[in-house]
C-alpha cells in the first residue's frame, strides 16, 4: 500500500490536530468534571447542558457558531488576532479547536463518571488530616480517577481524529493546511477515480483508532493493577 504526498500529508496532520485537542482540552475537562461531579450550585443543569451541548447539535451548527465566534471578524477571533496575533479561522488550529470542542463532552462524562464512583469517604478522611482541598484532589482523587481520565482522553483523541461537520464548515478543507483524513477521504470519494485514495486513508484511520483503544485499554488494567497493590 503506497501513499500519496498529500495523503500522508493528511495522516501526520490529523495526528497532530487530535492530539493537540486532546491535550488542550482534558486539564478543563478534568476541572468541569469534577465541579459536576462533586459541587451542587444554582444552574448546574445549565451548564451541565451547556457542556454536552455539541453532542446534540449538528456537528455544521457548531462549526457556524465557531466561525462567527472565533472567526477573524468575530468578536472573540479579531480579539485575538489583534492583540496575540492568533488566527483560528482556515488555519489548523482553528481545526484543533473545532476537534477540542466536538470532543469535550464525551472526555468530561467519562472523567465525571470515574469521579463520582471514587467514595467521597475516602476524600473526606484526607481532608480530616489536616489536607487542603487542592491537596486532597491532587493526591487522592485525581490517582484513583487516573483510568477514567485516561478513557475520557483516548475517546476524545479517537472523537478527534473523525471529526468532519465542525471542522469543514469552520476551516474548509486546504490541502496542506486544514485538510484531515476526515475531510480528505470526503474530497476523494467526491472525485473521479478516487474511491482508492478514500479506502487507503479509511483503513488508515480505523487502524489508529483501533490501537488507541487497545492502548487505553492496557494502560487502564496496569494503573488499577498498580492501585491494588497499593
Not at 485575538?80 to 469535550?104: D, K, N, P, Q, Y
Not at 465542525?166 to 474511491?195: C, H
Not at 485499554?217 to 497499593?230: P, Q, S, T, W, Y
Request: hydrophobic share 55%; proline share 5%.
Amino acid at each position: 500500500m503506497q501513499f500519496t504526498a498529500d495523503e500522508i500529508t493528511a495522516i501526520w496532520l490529523s495526528l497532530k490536530v487530535a492530539t493537540i485537542a486532546t491535550l488542550a482540552s482534558l486539564p478543563l475537562a478534568i476541572a468541569c468534571a469534577y465541579v459536576l461531579a462533586r459541587k451542587e450550585f444554582w444552574g448546574k443543569s445549565i451548564v451541565n447542558g451547556l457542556v454536552h451541548l455539541p453532542l446534540v447539535l449538528p456537528p455544521v451548527v457548531t462549526g457556524y457558531l465557531l466561525l462567527v465566534t472565533f472567526g477573524r471578524r468575530g468578536p472573540v477571533g479579531s480579539a485575538l488576532e489583534s492583540c496575540c496575533g492568533i488566527v483560528f479561522s482556515f488555519r489548523w488550529t482553528g481545526a484543533a479547536l473545532a476537534c477540542a470542542v466536538m470532543a469535550f463532552p464525551l472526555v468530561v462524562r467519562a472523567i465525571r463518571l470515574a469521579i463520582e464512583a471514587i467514595d467521597p469517604r475516602l476524600e473526606a478522611a484526607a481532608a480530616t488530616l489536616g489536607a487542603r482541598p487542592s491537596m486532597v484532589f491532587f493526591t487522592v482523587t485525581l490517582p484513583l480517577a487516573l483510568p477514567g481520565i485516561l478513557a475520557g482522553a483516548i475517546i476524545g483523541f479517537a472523537k478527534a481524529l473523525g471529526e468532519f461537520g465542525a471542522t469543514i464548515t469552520f476551516v474548509s478543507n486546504i490541502p496542506g493546511e486544514t485538510q484531515t483524513i476526515a475531510t480528505s477521504i470526503y474530497s476523494y470519494t467526491q472525485a473521479p477515480g478516487g474511491d482508492d485514495n478514500a479506502l487507503r486513508l479509511t483503513l488508515v484511520s480505523v487502524a489508529i483508532a483501533m490501537l488507541a483503544l487497545i492502548a487505553s485499554e492496557l494502560l487502564a488494567r496496569r494503573i488499577m493493577r498498580k492501585g491494588a497493590d497499593l
